[in-house]
């Protein structure tokens, strides 16, 4: 079955920086780009940050560019969210999901909350 | 990086049908066919249920189908049942000096 867990999500106070993680399983890890999506409280969707299968690619939308970074690991089937300089317009929840070849998330994890306050 | 338009809300009564559009530009939804819909009940993670404009996951009703004219997709349900009351959310892949994905602002369906 294929399974994506977040985890790291915590209350942090404005400018300051985090780690989220996604680990994956029940599927070729390797062989798939990956993204952070993430949805503030009362709001829609909001596409955060892709990396493709190899890690060689990456992708951020305008509002994280310069503060998050996306990475992976491969051989523990890992993404990761770096979250810099944060700010309360970054208070979401942030789900992983797995990007198909043709571009769509077809597997999402639960979600991990994303608190920035003061 | 503006979001995919969608009407915030829609409505209808059990067994009639519905459809939910979503406009964007030539440069995501009328340039590829990596239009995907998904349905999120509150609390709950978002799940696929159309991509590639009008393909379903194994496991979606066929009650849900989509189709796309031009820079407009729709997703469109039949037979509304009460658990279809959600939100749905659009996406698309887009390029313009990059490549990125953007979602639509997200449909009330509320089932009468």
């Known amino acids: 079955e294929v399974q994506v867990l977040e985890s790291g999500g915590t209350l942090v106070q404005p400018g300051e920086s985090l780690r989220l993680s996604c680990a994956a399983s029940g599927f070729a890890f390797n062989l798939f780009a990956m993204t952070w999506v993430r949805q503030a409280p009362g709001k829609g969707l909001e596409w955060v940050s892709g990396i493709s299968a190899s890690g060689d690619r990456t992708y951020s939308a305008d509002s994280v560019n310069g503060r998050f970074i996306i990475s992976r690991d491969n051989s523990k089937n890992m993404v990761f969210l770096h979250m810099n300089s944060l700010r309360a317009d970054d208070t979401a929840v942030y789900y992983c999901?797995?990007?198909?070849?043709?571009?769509?998330?077809?597997?999402w994890g639960q979600g991990t909350p994303v608190t920035v306050s003061s | 990086q503006s979001a995919l338009t969608q009407p915030a809300s829609v409505s209808g009564s059990p067994g009639q049908s519905i459809t939910i559009t979503c406009t964007g530009t030539?440069?995501?939804?009328?340039?590829?066919?990596?239009v995907s819909w998904y349905q999120q009940h509150p609390g709950k993670a978002p799940k696929l249920m159309v991509h590639?404009?009008?393909r379903r996951p194994s496991g979606v009703s066929d009650r849900f189908s989509g189709s796309k004219s031009g820079t407009t997709a729709s997703l469109i349900i039949s037979g509304l049942q009460a658990d279809d009351e959600a939100v749905y959310y659009c996406s698309s892949y887009r390029s313009t000096s990059t490549f990125y994905w953007v979602f639509g602002g997200g449909t009330s369906l509320t089932v009468l």
């Open positions: 590639n404009v009008d």
């Open positions: 030539s440069s995501d939804i009328g340039g590829y066919n990596y």
């Open positions: 999901a797995r990007v198909t070849p043709n571009n769509w998330f077809d597997a």
